[in-house]
């Protein structure tokens, strides 16, 4: 059974640019989870999507948005990227509310 | 509000032998749950163990057991014979009942030392 697919896995940007990172899930999984992780603030949770719908939101700015596709694949946006979104965001998937299985992560610069 | 607290931002053990790594919350909910993760340099966060809060029993999986005390709202990890592959980064983290985000510790870097 494949784990979590996060893609890519390195990213550089530039300042003011947006991004976008992608997460599929393991097969059935139909909750996806994005969180942030710095050297500052350790691991703070940006939303979940469930079924296509955004179910739960971390305190985070309106640049950070995500979706959630019907095959239950997702991904984030960040717009108008600043220094500060340096960062590694990890995808977490689970069915139910079983335990969260984590992707490797992308490695986002910005610069 | 949920906040998990790791006191040990660094720890050493010798190989073969058994470490703790601590953890303490602090949630007003009686229903959550309670779990760890290991994280190596790649990057990815390995799910090792889950304590639910009505679960009478400490969890344990293989070389991971969870010292769970309810009353003193601690979940501490126990890893036993300790081997070179668990040099990592161990984080504690909190799931409220019926939702699926986690809040997690700062963790704590076991170095296990040959």
């Known amino acids: 059974k494949a784990g979590v697919t996060q893609t890519p896995r390195y990213l550089i940007k530039t300042r003011g640019q947006q991004v976008t990172l992608s997460c599929s899930p393991i097969s059935g999984h139909r909750s996806v989870s994005w969180y942030q992780q710095t050297p500052g603030q350790g691991l703070q949770f940006l939303f979940e999507y469930f079924s296509e719908t955004q179910r739960n939101k971390g305190n985070f700015p309106g640049r950070f948005s995500g979706r959630q596709f019907s095959n239950s694949r997702s991904e984030m946006n960040v717009s108008t990227l600043e220094l500060g979104d340096s960062a590694l965001y990890l995808c977490?998937?689970?069915?139910?509310?079983?335990?969260?299985?984590f992707g490797q992560g992308t490695r986002l610069t910005v610069v | 509000a949920q906040k998990i607290t790791q006191t040990q931002p660094g720890m050493f053990v010798q190989e073969k032998e058994a470490v703790t790594l601590d953890c303490t919350y602090d949630?007003?909910?009686?229903?959550?749950?309670l779990f760890w993760y290991k994280q190596p340099s790649s990057g990815e966060m390995i799910f090792l163990i889950y304590q639910g809060s009505y679960d009478e029993q400490n969890a344990t999986e293989g070389r991971y057991s969870l010292n769970f005390q309810k009353a003193r709202k601690s979940a501490n990890l126990v890893i036993s014979a300790s081997q070179l592959g668990d040099s990592a980064m161990y984080f504690c983290?909190?799931?409220?009942?019926?939702?699926?985000?986690?809040?997690f510790g700062t963790g704590t870097r076991l170095t296990v030392i040959p």
């Open positions: 977490a998937s689970s069915f139910g509310t079983a335990e969260a299985f």
């Open positions: 949630t007003s909910d009686q229903s959550y749950g």
């Open positions: 983290a909190m799931r409220r009942s019926g939702a699926n985000n986690l809040f």
